[in-house]
């Protein structure tokens, strides 16, 4: 079965935005963070989508950036 982008989108904000009263230090914990990685690391396993950039920014300031998998499925170019 294959994860639409939508869902994935949705998914991954659905998580970022469950408790919205969060103070700075703790916008990010690792068990949300482990969360992201898990979701976006299965959708590449099943061939959903070949990679992904995962950017999370608050107040105009990136807090969090991973990159997943390959950009080109051709080439086998890696994300950086």
Do not use: H, W
Not at 6 to 30: A, V, W, Y
Not at 32 to 52: H, T, V
């Amino acid at each position: 079965m294959r994860l639409s982008l939508g869902t994935l989108f949705f998914t991954i904000f659905f998580i970022l935005s469950c408790n919205n009263k969060k103070t700075e230090s703790d916008f990010l914990n690792p068990s949300e963070l482990n969360q992201i990685e898990n979701l976006i690391e299965k959708a590449i396993d099943k061939n959903s989508i070949p990679g992904a950039v995962v950017l999370v920014a608050k107040n105009n300031q990136i807090i969090y950036k991973k990159a997943f998998g390959i950009k080109n499925p051709k080439q086998k170019i890696l994300i950086k």
